[in-house]
């Protein structure tokens, strides 16, 4: 069975950071294309980053240069590292392999 589990959502203050971790079992990650989605309250969802098997990664440019995605090929796992957030970072975040989906952690970034 295919599962993706997030974690490390929270409340952090603008300007703050905080690292998301999807664990994934059922599959190899180093042979498959992972991507962050966020859903902010009322809006739809958002690609946020996203990296390949080959390990290329890609942000889009609401994120460029505050957040990172990376992989633990090990671990089976992938990060999404968030720096100088903002509060219009708010939202459910959800880690996606096609056709998979985690069940999201909440991120509010607010003073």
Known sequence: EV???????????PGGSLRLSC???????GS?????VRQA???GPEWVSGIISGGSTYNADSVKGRF???RDNAKNTVYLQMNSLKPEDTA???CNSDPWWGQGTQVTVSS
Do not use: C, D
Not at 3 to 13: A, I, P, R, T
Not at 23 to 29: K, L
């Open 3 to 13: 599962q993706l589990v997030e974690s490390g959502g929270g409340l952090v203050q």
């Open 23 to 29: 664990a994934a079992s059922g599959f190899t990650i």
């Open 32 to 36: 498959s294309s992972l991507s962050w």
């Open 41 to 43: 309250p009322g809006k």
């Open 92 to 94: 459910v975040y959800y």
């Open 68 to 70: 990172t995605i990376s």
